[in-house]
């Protein structure tokens, strides 16, 4: 069986003994884009928006496919904006957490 764990200090050594580490780095950008190439909807065609996709995926394929799916990437850049700004954009805000409301139910968010 596979035993996935964050923490291995956390295991009981007589557990810790028994298993064979297997470190697992982050995607490459080319890497992250020929998975997403494979999923749907497949990655933006803009450039900017691929290298903006790639910085906010940190090398994670499932975050990087959440993003492009439903339109995480969007939500994010016009949070950014709205933390940007510096100042309070109350009709800013509530126009971001209407359209995120309105999003499928089933979405999780980490």
């Known amino acids: 069986f596979i035993l996935i764990v964050h923490a291995p200090g956390s295991l009981l050594p007589t557990i810790r003994s028994r298993c064979q580490v297997v470190r697992l780095t982050p995607l490459d950008a080319n890497e992250l884009m020929a998975v997403l190439e494979t999923a749907e909807p497949p990655p933006p065609d803009d450039p900017a928006a691929r290298a903006a ?58």
């Open 53 to 110: 996709l790639v910085e906010r995926a940190g090398g994670s394929a499932r975050s990087a496919i959440l993003l492009t799916q439903y339109g995480g990437l969007e939500i994010a850049q016009t949070l950014d904006g709205l933390v940007a700004k510096g100042k309070s954009d109350i009709g800013g805000a509530y126009r971001l957490a209407e359209a995120v409301a309105g999003r499928d139910q089933a979405i999780q968010f980490d």
